[in-house]
């Protein structure tokens, strides 16, 4: 009997109050596979949080698995403390390109953002927090996990991870041209269009302390070669 294949779709975001996004509407995605794809392609997010009543925004390292973004920081850090009092907010952003309209009021940017809001989760297990360096280590740099030395009881004391529900999220993109007015399109005006930004690795820089005979290791001179 010929098998049947069954479609895979992922689910729709589910937005809360706070998540809704009210202005550009037209900009939401409301579907988490888009979600997904923002949190994998980004590699620094904004973590905001809340540290003896003001408001405090830092850029940090984060990786995903699955419905989970782990991110880490020293145990002495104010900041990863105040998390676990308040709820946090963590944002990713990728700039496209700047757009140019024939109008100041219409330049803006093509962009694809992510905020998620929620508890975060303090990784208590020494099974979960490896896994959760893990995946961190290996969103930022693939491959080194394996490659060089794990993390010891000593550096685990220092090390605190967090787990963030990736459950009430929102995300918005924009692309494409300017939205000028009618009546400023016209021969003369001005230019239009749109200057597109994208990202690339450089050549690796051996450390100035590593011994002759060292070639870059294949998942770096991968990575090197690739865009994004």
């Not at 794809?37 to 009543?53: F, M, P, Q, R, W």
């Not at 220092?158 to 000028?180: I, Q």
Request: charged share 20%.
């Amino acid at each position: 009997m010929p098998k049947t294949l069954v479609a895979v779709t992922r689910p729709q975001l589910s937005p809360t109050p706070r998540s809704t996004i009210k202005r550009g509407k037209k900009r939401a995605v409301t579907g988490r596979a888009a979600l997904d794809a923002i949190l994998d392609a980004g590699i620094i997010c904004h973590l905001s949080v809340v540290v003896d009543g003001s408001p405090l925004v830092l850029p940090t390292g984060y990786g995903r698995d699955g419905e989970t973004l782990y991110l880490h920081g020293s145990t002495g850090a104010l900041s990863l403390r105040s998390a676990l009092a308040n709820e946090i907010c963590v944002a990713v952003t990728l700039l496209d390109g700047i757009v140019y309209a024939r109008s100041v009021f219409h330049f803006s940017a093509n962009y694809r953002s992510a905020v998620i809001h929620g508890p975060a989760r303090l990784v208590e297990s020494t099974e979960e927090r490896l896994h959760g360096l893990r995946v961190l280590t290996e969103h930022m740099a693939p491959g080194s996990w394996e490659h060089c030395r794990q993390p010891n009881p000593k550096e685990l004391a220092k090390t605190t991870v967090l787990a963030l529900s990736l459950d009430e999220a929102a995300v918005k993109v924009r692309s494409g041209g300017p939205g000028d007015e009618p009546e400023d399109v016209f021969e003369d005006s001005a230019w239009a269009g749109v200057l597109p930004l994208t990202q690339q690795w450089g050549s690796p820089v051996p450390s100035d302390d590593l011994s002759a005979g060292w070639e870059i290791p294949a998942h770096v001179r991968d990575r090197s070669a690739s865009h994004g």
